[in-house]
T-cell receptor, first 112, second 113 residues
Framework: NAGVTQTPKFRVLKTGQSMTLLCAQDMNHEYMYWYRQDPGMGLRLIHYSVGEGTTAKGEVPDGYNVSRLKKQNFLLGLESAAPSQTSVYFC???????????FGPGTRLTVT | GNSVTQMEGPVTLSEEAFLTINCTYTATGYPSLFWYVQYPGEGLQLLLK?????DKGSNKGFEATYRKETTSFHLEKGSVQVSDSAVYFCALTHLGTGNQFYFGTGTSLTVIP
């Protein structure tokens, strides 16, 4: 049982490049989330999904897109990376009737 | 709106000292309250929770009581250990709204031997 996994663990991008972060969970959770963590800012919600094929914006969605084509996967895309997107990105999942979110280990992204 | 405010860090304590990390919240209705912990290089893990007023959450020697009258959920531990060094996040959620969590900014704790 791997829980929540994230790929890749580290990435360096140049400004304007694109990339996709992959989150996968094997717990059959309905809900999935993408957060970014910045010093002094805590965790801020980027996008979330309450089921396959559905997504919604969180607190800081600009510059990001997401897709949930399969229940177990939640993809976060950066179409044109900017230095302001340098951050640590965390994925999380949970069920509709649970209070606990299960977090992945994070992806450290640097945009130069 | 919903928001969580927690005390600024970093906090440095000697082993066996008493720990308090303050957390207050603003929310509509009656949220559930949480403390999450993040060890170096890892994702967040649930430490404890309280789902209604006056509930006390506890785990691994940590405790927090849901105080509706003061909108607070302060984290306490009577005797910290070096292994408690981590970043602690206070958070709230309302079930039924996509279970969105609102996190505080985190408080870094370092325990020295």
């Amino acid at each position: 049982n791997a829980g929540v996994t994230q790929t890749p663990k580290f990435r360096v991008l140049k400004t304007g490049q694109s990339m996709t972060l992959l989150c996968a969970q094997d717990m059959n959770h309905e809900y999935m989330y993408w957060y970014r963590q910045d010093p002094g800012m805590g965790l801020r919600l980027i996008h979330y999904s309450v089921g396959e094929g559905t997504t919604a914006k969180g607190e800081v969605p600009d510059g990001y897109n997401v897709s949930r084509l399969k229940k177990q996967n939640f993809l976060l895309g950066l179409e044109s990376a900017a230095p302001s997107q340098t951050s640590v990105y965390f994925c999380a999942s949970t069920t509709s009737d649970s209070y606990e979110q299960y977090f992945g280990p994070g992806t450290r992204l640097t945009v130069t | 709106g919903n928001s969580v405010t927690q005390m600024e860090g970093p906090v440095t304590l000697s082993e066996e000292a008493f720990l308090t990390i303050n957390c207050t919240y603003t929310a509509t209705g009656y949220p559930s309250l949480f403390w999450y912990v993040q060890y170096p290089g890892e994702g967040l893990q649930l430490l404890l929770k309280a789902t209604k007023a006056d509930d006390k959450g506890s785990n691994k020697g940590f405790e927090a009581t849901y105080r509706k009258e003061t909108t607070s959920f302060h984290l306490e531990k009577g005797s910290v250990q070096v292994s408690d060094s981590a970043v602690y996040f206070c958070a709230l959620t309302h079930l039924g709204t996509g279970n969105q969590f609102y996190f505080g900014t985190g408080t870094s704790l370092t325990v020295i031997p």
